[in-house]
């Protein structure tokens, strides 16, 4: 704890790093951060992770971009092992913003002009506002001409977006993370809270201290499993087996409550005659759990009063991530555990503000509140609203972007801090599709990785530097202040997105976040009765929100889904392999991830000076026993090797990893686990197998 007295003055504000959205104060002096305190927001009650309290200072890390670059000539693009990204000028040149601007921008004009309006295509970012999300998808969509807009939304919980339309007709969650207090029994699965959700972690112990049922289902042991009733190691790429075993034992055994199945849902008949053959001995096999187990968790969910049901990538970033999530609902629904306190469906949203960058439309084939770009109805009302004629056909997501540009078929990009050269699968490909783009624009506060590819840098605004809302997994819009002013001549990302804009044609003129969010109230009714000022007042509300003075809705769908008739809809699935199951030359599952002190590709955390201190080196985490049958001694050198590459890097031994599994962070571009990672995308959400891919491992030369 920092002593305030010793600060010039404090700014409350919203965390940069993960979903769970804790309210923060940060204490200046002399104009710089000198440290973080938690507020009592309704999210956090003055809770704070070592991300959100330490990991303050990267906005002055010294290779913070402070001047527009453009690329010198006949410097090729790529990653160079010698680039120095403190250093970038020998492979850039500074430029005025009038210059870089103009650059950026007739390199996407042209490109337009040329070929046309589907050579283009943008992605922006979680990490920004909703006004920057609304602001960068509006510009794509009526300067680009087309729909080829998407974020880093696609690569963590698009399957379970995609599910969660499908079966309830509204991605958000059902209930916050905080109704886990009232509830008898939280189930836990595909996620790693004490990891990735940490202030969220503080309120499921909470909760199990006070009587709460945890159950845990994952294929790697973690912290959690000290507070939980029940913690099962379900094989991976099982999870599908596991949930329909559970489903036909609460058929079979009439566990499912009926009222509430003809109340509220439809579809139940053809779940029932779906999951008979799919009985806890038939899928053992296939999930690694017994059946007797599987039958003691189904009937703890099933015939719990409150249940809820909490799920993160290890659900979604699967070929079947898309049926996951849809046998979570169908475990929800079939029970009436939605509606009520201490019920409910929760996928955990990663990023500060996906849920708000998906609300504001980043995403390809829908418009702001997930309104479909081929409803010619939903489609005119924006084009009213922004006097623009738009592109009915759905655009094309992140992954098939990069195939596409490849391809020939997009040629020029304008990306906005999101790191595709370290977040996207088959990184090979990826950064292949990266150099083959005749004109890249990025816009961010670092020369990351994707940066050493662009032909303008643009020099952006980091989160304690400006104002604007964001939206955190509870669906609570909060807002953000800036505490600093941004270094050199860096600018606002809402100002920039409007510089590039103008120079497409288009008469914007913004004078603060505030206007942006004031058009986005005229098109996104999940914003009613939220205003900017009651926002600056209250700090936090809750969409959806029924009154000006009365608080948001905590727990939804209480009365009726918003689908045609306002009933849910259970989807049956059937279990399916894995992309690329193990065999004899890969007989070992990589899966990948976030380590506690490090957020996403690094951007941010790993020039963090307390963070990188903390987690410094790239490490694989692996069982003793795996260990002992490498012949590797924790902190020796592996090398991981997958059908699209190789890494080598330091082994980790962690006693919650299963044998014949290796876990790697994808933080670290000195041993960056998306180069092994595999493209293959679920069918529905278009989400990479990034938890799934065969791999073989081995002791490294020392
Ligand atoms: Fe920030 Fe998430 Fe940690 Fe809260 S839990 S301090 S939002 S990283």
């Known amino acids: 704890r920092g002593d305030s007295a010793a600060a010039d003055r404090t700014v409350d504000s919203v965390c940069p790093y993960c979903g769970v959205g804790c309210q923060l104060s940060y204490h200046v002096k002399d104009e710089q951060i000198l440290f973080v305190e938690g507020r009592d ?71 337009k002009s040329a070929h046309g309006p589907g050579a283009l295509a943008g ?14 998808q509006k510009l794509v969509r009526t300067g680009f001409g087309s729909n080829h807009v998407d974020h880093c939304t696609r690569l963590c919980h698009a399957s379970s977006v995609a599910a969660l339309m499908e079966c309830l007709g509204s991605g958000a969650v059902t209930a916050s993370f905080m109704q886990a207090l009232e509830a008898d029994v939280v189930l836990l699965t595909g996620c790693n809270p004490a990891v990735n959700h940490p202030v969220a972690a503080t309120y499921f112990k909470q909760a199990a201290r006070g009587g709460t049922r945890l159950i845990i289902l994952d294929p790697r042991g973690q912290a959690l499993d000290a507070y939980a009733w029940r913690s099962l190691r379900f094989s991976p ?16 055994e009439a566990l499912y409550d009926q009222a509430y199945i003809d109340a509220h849902t439809e579809g139940f008949a053809a779940l029932r005659q779906s999951v008979v053959d799919m009985t806890p001995e038939a899928m053992s096999g296939l999930c690694g759990v017994a059946p007797e187990t599987i039958r003691e968790i ?18 979604s970033q699967h070929v079947h991530g898309t049926d996951n999530a849809r046998c979570l609902i169908s475990l929800a629904l079939a029970c009436g555990q939605t509606g009520r306190p201490g019920t409910g469906l929760h996928p955990l949203r990663g990023q500060n503000n996906v849920q708000g960058a998906s609300d504001a439309g980043l995403i390809p084939m829908v418009l702001p509140d997930y309104q479909p770009v081929g409803d010619a109805q939903l489609r005119a009302a924006f084009e009213e609203l922004w006097g ?15 195939d596409a540009i490849l391809a020939g078929q997009v040629r020029g990009m304008y990306i906005l801090g999101e790191n595709p050269a370290m977040s996207d699968p088959d990184l090979n490909h990826a950064r292949q599709a990266l150099a083959a783009l005749e004109h890249l624009v990025v816009q961010d506060l670092f020369v990351t990785e994707t940066a050493q590819f662009a032909d303008v840098i643009l020099p952006a605004t980091a989160w304690p530097e400006k104002e604007g809302t964001v939206t955190n997994t509870n669906r609570q819009v909060q807002l953000g202040r800036a505490a600093v002013a941004p270094p050199g001549e860096a600018k606002p990302d809402w100002w920039i997105i409007q510089e590039i804009a103008r120079r497409f044609g288009l008469a914007w003129d913004y004078a603060h976040p505030s206007e942006v969010f004031a058009e986005m109230k005229r098109g996104m009714p999940s914003l009613d009765n939220i205003s900017w000022e009651r926002l600056a007042r209250e700090g936090s509300v ?29 989807a049956p699935t059937r279990p399916l392999p894995p992309d690329e199951p193990i065999d004899a030359d890969y007989p070992t599952v990589l899966t990948t991830g976030r380590l506690l002190e490090h957020w996403h590709t690094g951007a941010m955390t790993r020039r963090a000076s307390v963070l990188d201190a903390l987690e410094p080196e790239a490490t694989a985490s692996l069982s003793p026993g795996e260990l002992n049958r490498l012949g590797v001694a924790p ?15 330091a082994a980790r031994s962690d006693p919650g990893m299963p044998d014949g599994m290796v876990f790697v962070p994808f933080a670290y571009v000195e041993a960056a686990a998306n180069l092994l990672t595999n493209p293959a995308l679920d069918p529905f959400g278009k989400i990479p197998e990034f938890k799934y891919a065969a791999c073989r491992l ?5």
Not at 242 to 252: C, E, G, K, P, R
Request: aromatic share 10%.
């Open 41 to 111: 927001g309704p999210a956090n009650q003055g809770r704070l992770c070592v991300k959100g309290r330490f990991g303050f200072d990267y906005p002055n890390h010294p290779a913070r971009l402070i001047r527009p670059l453009i690329r010198r000539d006949g410097v090729a693009k790529g990653l160079d092992p010698d680039f120095d990204p403190a250093r970038p000028l020998t492979h850039f040149r500074e430029a005025s913003w009038e210059e870089a601007l103009e650059m950026a921008a007739r390199g996407l004009v042209d490109l």
């Open 123 to 136: 992605f922006g970012s979680a990490k920004c506002s909703n006004e920057e999300a609304w602001l960068f």
């Open 698 to 702: 081995s002791r490294a030369a020392p």
């Open 542 to 570: 809750t969409y959806p929100c029924p009154a000006e003075d009365a608080p948001g809705q905590d727990v939804v769908f209480s009365d009726a889904f918003p689908r045609a008739g306002g009933r849910a809809r259970f």
């Open 298 to 315: 189904a009937r703890a969910y099933a015939t719990a009063e409150r249940a809820m049901i909490f799920w993160g990538m290890g659900i």
């Open 237 to 252: 790429g099982g999870d599908v087996a596991l949930y329909n075993a559970m489903l036909n034992v609460i058929i079979d």
């Open 635 to 649: 902190g020796g050198a592996i090398t991981i090797v997958t059908r699209r590459g190789e890494i080598t890097l």
């Open 388 to 402: 623009a004629e738009l592109d009915p056909e759905p655009g094309l997501t992140v992954v098939e972007i990069m």
